[in-house]
């Protein structure tokens, strides 16, 4: 073979070979930033841009409805909570407005274009004004306490481990807040800025409690305060509170598992009569006849609807367990 094309095949294969070291740095550190992007919680994105830590706090803290130093921000006290402890983040007020503004169209289009009464359009209006929003922020709730019931024993076992290392309480907690994803990685990131800027570690891990509304977060501020009043091996302490907390968490999806098909028959008794009428409405409209436009229609409705809600309601205690 000719040296010159020898080299001409030389240069094609380093050509080549720069492509793919090139296409595969470029995956690399795509992935890489997508890995990081996905592990970090949403405090330590707020850290990474060079926010301050005292601004970073007062941020977290006022998007969840709370004052600068975790109080409730308005009156109704029971109501913040619940906006607190369901995570979603933003002006309250702006929250509850978008409701009631949506419920406000609803109600309105249903009186010009459906010929609704003024007394249902405002029951509509009442729904989904004022009872839609809470029943959003209860699911978002729960929804949140499942998963951080679910990352607690992890980040409990994180705690005890750096303790056993030789490390100081408020070092571990923020070992957690680095490594843990949310919602617990910035719940814990909240206690490890709260006791470096003055407040005790049960202090801190009671308003803790009080964001997320876990039961399991409430023993551990119990242990916390009855350790630093009496003394005590705090590892074994929350070592022994990881194990209750998983063993309880077994016992829930072991409850859920027996009671699922009551569940299911739940949901399906429920949703039937609805079912059927929207069936009945598009393949056979007439099917009701004159009986659709009697006065007392919307009465009765409105009493099986109630009734309904009372027997779906009664399901519900029989297949949920208090342990």
Do not use: C
């Amino acid at each position: 073979m000719p040296t010159g094309q020898a080299l001409l095949y030389f240069i094609y294969m380093l050509a080549a070979a720069s492509l793919i070291l090139a296409g595969e740095a470029l995956y690399l550190s795509f992935a890489g930033r997508r890995s990081r992007s996905m592990a970090v919680n949403r405090r330590l994105k707020r850290l990474a841009g060079d926010v301050p830590a005292e601004q970073t706090l007062q941020g977290l803290l006022r998007e969840r409805g709370l004052t600068d130093s975790g109080d409730f921000l308005f009156g109704m006290v029971w109501l913040n909570r619940l906006y607190t402890q369901s995570g979603i983040t933003g002006n309250p007020l702006t929250f509850a407005a978008t409701f009631l503004l949506a419920g406000l169209v609803i109600a309105l289009l249903l009186a010009l274009f459906f010929n609704f009464s003024a007394l249902a359009a405002l029951i509509v209006f009442l729904v989904v004004g004022l009872v839609l929003p809470l029943l959003v922020l209860r699911r978002a709730r729960n929804k949140r306490i499942l998963k951080f019931a679910k990352q607690l024993p992890d980040a409990l076992d994180m705690i005890v481990r750096s303790l056993r290392a030789g490390h100081p309480a408020s070092v571990a907690i923020g070992l957690v807040a680095r490594e843990m994803p949310d919602p617990l990685g910035t719940e814990f990131g909240i206690v490890s800025d709260e006791i470096a800027f003055g407040l005790s570690i049960e202090q801190a891990v009671r308003k803790l409690s009080q964001r997320v509304g876990f039961e399991g977060l409430h023993l551990l501020s119990v242990s916390l305060s009855i350790q630093a009043k009496t003394g005590g091996n705090l590892t074994e302490i929350l070592s022994n509170l990881s194990s209750v907390l998983r063993e309880r968490q077994k016992l829930r999806m072991k409850i859920r598992a027996l009671s699922a098909e009551g569940r299911v028959s739940a949901w399906v008794i429920s949703l039937f009569p609805l079912v059927m009428f929207l069936i009945l409405q598009i393949i056979s409209p007439s099917y009701y006849g004159g009986v659709w436009h009697d006065q007392l229609i919307f009465p009765i409705f409105t009493l099986f609807g109630m009734l309904a809600l009372v027997g779906d309601f009664i399901m519900y205690r029989m297949v949920n367990f208090d342990f």
